[in-house]
T-cell receptor
């Protein structure tokens, strides 16, 4: 168990809908990262937050947004869902935001858009 | 050309074999290197990390980095059926994010 908690484990929804994925980082970790994993793309970095502030953006669509709350948990919001958004979404956390701060991953949320 | 290339496999080996998993990369700015193991429908689990060229050993696992050739390897000795998983290499530079390989699926046959 990495100590990173993600809910829900599975999410099934329809095209056009909006969903929220939740992540609780390891105790003491200030930085949260979101990744998308699909069969053909591998793990793709979406966005990073550090102590409540956005630190970096990767390949995140405009339909997606995230935030990190004062208690350090984070939420990833996906809207106007399309079939191609079906994937595993992982959250990772690290103590700091720097290059030497190892990221630990949660078990992921499997999103199915029908 | 992708920044990180990794053979997707699958790689099937008999129990007890030595397994060699590899990644190549093109960005010479990468300074730190990781190997993650991912079981089916689970999150990636950190196995090894290193910041320098050379070898790093941890139990049955050895990580090797050759920065001059832009090549990293993970060796698994005395492989077990429980090692069957997808192995992901990941690399980082002076920025925030990791670049992951697509993963190599390994199956160790009993």
């Amino acid at each position: 168990d990495s100590g990173v908690t993600q809910t829900p484990k599975h999410l099934i929804t329809a095209t056009g809908q909006r969903v929220t994925l939740r992540c609780s980082p390891r105790s003491g970790d200030l930085s949260v990262y979101w990744y998308q994993q699909s069969l053909d793309q591998g793990l793709q970095f979406l966005i990073q937050y550090y102590n409540g502030e956005e630190r970096a953006k990767g390949n995140i669509l405009e339909r997606f947004s995230a935030q990190q709350f004062p208690d350090l948990h984070s939420e990833l919001n996906l809207s106007s869902l399309e079939l191609g958004d079906s994937a595993l979404y992982f959250c990772a956390s690290s103590v700091q935001a720097g290059q030497r701060s190892i990221q630990y991953f949660g078990a992921g949320t499997r999103l199915s858009v029908l | 050309q992708k920044e990180v290339e990794q053979d997707p496999g699958p790689l099937s080996v008999p129990e007890g074999a030595i397994v060699s998993l590899n990644c190549t990369y093109s960005n010479s700015a990468f300074q730190y290197f990781m190997w993650y193991r991912q079981y089916s429908r689970k999150g990636p689990e950190l196995l090894m990390y290193t910041y320098s060229s050379g070898n790093k050993e941890d139990g049955r696992f050895t990580a090797q980095v050759d920065k001059s050739s832009k090549y990293i390897s993970l060796f698994i000795r005395d492989s077990q059926p429980s090692d069957s998983a997808t192995y992901l290499c990941a690399m980082g530079s002076g920025t925030y994010k990791y670049i992951f390989g697509t993963g190599t699926r390994l199956k160790v046959l009993a």
